[in-house]
C-alpha cells in the first residue's frame, strides 16, 4: 500500500485529511454554507445549508459520532481566478468583483437579466469558496483512489448552487458553476481526461450544458422536469461537433418519480456511463424533484435519492475507481432537502434508508409512465443505448 504524503495534487492543498481518514473514511463532506449571500424569503436563501447540516447531526451522521467513517473537510482554499476562468469567461469574474462595491453601497443586487439571482458584499468570496470546496474534495478522492479500490464519496454541501451559470455570467440563482469548474479542475490537475456528469435537479443545467456542448471528453447526462425553468433541455439537444452525443437531455412529464428514476437509471444512466467509460463521475445533486418541494411538480422520495445515490456510488466503483464527487444544487423545502440528503449519506454508508420515517404515501399520486416510458424510448433511440 502506498503512502499518500506525496499524492497531494499537483497544487499540494494543504488541506487533505490525513493519510488514516482518507484509508478508512466512507464519506468525506465540506461544508461552505455562504452566510453572507442571503436574501430573506428567497427560496435559495442562507438557512438551506444549515438545516442539512443540523440534520446530519441529528442523525448521528458527522464525524463526532462516525470519526472512522465520515470525514469532513474544515478547512478549504477558495478557487483561483483562474479555476473559474476555466468554464467562466473571464470578463464575468472581474464584472462580478467589483459588482461588490455596489453590493456593499445597496446591501443587496440582482445580477441577472431575469431577476432571480441576488448578490450581497459577500457574494464574490463565498462564490469563490463554493467552488473550491469542490475542488477540494477532487483532491481527496483522488488521493484515496490511490491506495484503496473503494475511496470515499465526495459532497460539497455548498451554495450559492451552480448548475444554471453559464459561461457568460450568472442564472437562476446560481453564481458559479461548481460542478463544471470541478470537471476541468480534475482534467487539469489529476489528468483524468473524461468527465461523466449526472444532473439529477427538477431543473436543466443549460450552465454545464453550455460550457461542455462541443467537448467529447466530457459526458453531460440531465434528468429535469419538461417545460420547467429554463425551458433548455431538450431531448434533441446531443451535443455538436466533436462533442455530438456527449450530452444526453432526458425531459420527464410532470409528475415522474421513483419508479421513473429507477427505470432511467437502469436503461439510460448505466449504459450511457458504460460506454463513455469515465474517470471521474460528478453528481449536481438537486433535491428539488421531492414531491414536497414547492418549485416544480415531480415526485421523487427520500428513498428515490437513497437509491440513487447507492446506485451512482456503485457505478463510480465498477467504472472509475470509486471516484466521485456530489455537489449540492437545489432542494428548498428545508424539511425535504435535510432529509433527502442525510439518506444519502446513508447510502454512501450503506446502511438501511431511513426514507419511511419521512416519506408520506398520501402525498403521491399515479406516475405517468406511459410518457415516461415513451420518453426513455425516444432518448435510447437518440443515442443508440
Known sequence: MGSICCLNSPENNPYLPSEMELLSGKVIYSVAPAMGHNKDSHPE??????????????????????SSEIIELKEVRPARVDDIASVHERAYVSGLEKA???ASEQGLIFIDGSGPTYATPTTFQESLLAAGAGISLVDAV?????????????FALVRPPGHHAVPTGPMGFCVFGNVAIAARYAQRAHGLKRVFIIDFDVH???????????????F???????????????????????????????????????????????????????????DIILVSAGYDAHVLDPLANLQFTTGTYYMLSSN???????????????????????????????????????????????????????EPSNKVKDAIQKVKHIHSL
Open 45 to 66: 436563501c442562507n438557512s438551506r445549508v444549515p438545516a442539512i447540516t443540523s440534520a446530519l447531526t441529528k442523525m448521528g451522521l458527522t464525524p463526532e459520532f462516525r
Open 100 to 102: 461588490m462595491d455596489q
Open 142 to 154: 483522488v488521493a484515496a483512489s490511490k491506495v484503496r479500490e473503494d475511496p470515499p464519496v465526495g
Open 204 to 218: 436543466h443545467g443549460n450552465g454545464t450544458n453550455d460550457a461542455f456542448y462541443d467537448d467529447p471528453d466530457i
Open 220 to 278: 453531460f447526462l440531465s434528468t429535469h422536469q419538461d417545460g420547467s425553468y429554463p425551458g433548455t433541455g431538450k431531448i434533441d439537444q446531443i451535443g455538436r461537433g466533436d462533442g455530438e452525443g456527449s450530452t444526453l437531455n432526458l425531459p420527464l412529464p410532470g409528475g415522474s418519480g421513483d419508479r421513473a428514476m429507477r427505470s432511467i437509471f437502469d436503461e439510460v444512466i448505466v449504459p450511457s456511463a458504460q460506454r463513455f467509460k469515465p
Open 312 to 366: 451512482i456510488q456503485q457505478l463510480a466503483r465498477d467504472l472509475c475507481g470509486g471516484r466521485c464527487v456530489f455537489f449540492l444544487e437545489g432542494g428548498y423545502n428545508l424539511s425535504s432537502l435535510s432529509y433527502s440528503v442525510a439518506d444519502s449519506f446513508r447510502a454512501f454508508l450503506g446502511e438501511p434508508s431511513l426514507a419511511a420515517e419521512f416519506d408520506n404515501p398520501a402525498f403521491l399520486y399515479e
